[in-house]
């Protein structure tokens, strides 16, 4: 994996991005209009705004978009995309 999209804010987005650039991971943060500034999207090697962080096509959009490998979703929702599935989620 060389590129992945957190679709968390805060604290484990921060974990998370430590742990990838440890790794030597390309991290790419999901940002709505109000948190460009957030340390969240400072912290990320790279930014993609949504439109809505409730929205799962809006994180799978954007992670096409960055061209991520795959998907660090939020824990504790369990949405499913359907149709081909080209990225991976952890």
Avoid: Q
Wanted: aromatic share 2%; net charge positive.
């Amino acid at each position: 994996m060389r590129r992945l999209l957190v679709a968390n804010r805060g604290e484990i987005a921060l974990r998370i991005f430590r742990a990838c650039h440890e790794e030597d991971v390309e991290t790419v943060a999901v940002v709505a209009p109000d948190d460009r500034g957030s340390l969240h999207a400072r912290s990320a090697d790279r930014t993609v705004e949504i439109a809505s962080y409730l929205d799962p096509a809006e994180h799978v959009r954007a992670a096409r978009e960055a061209h991520a490998d795959a998907v660090r979703g939020v824990a504790g929702r369990k949405r499913c995309v359907r149709g081909k599935a080209t990225l991976s989620l952890c």
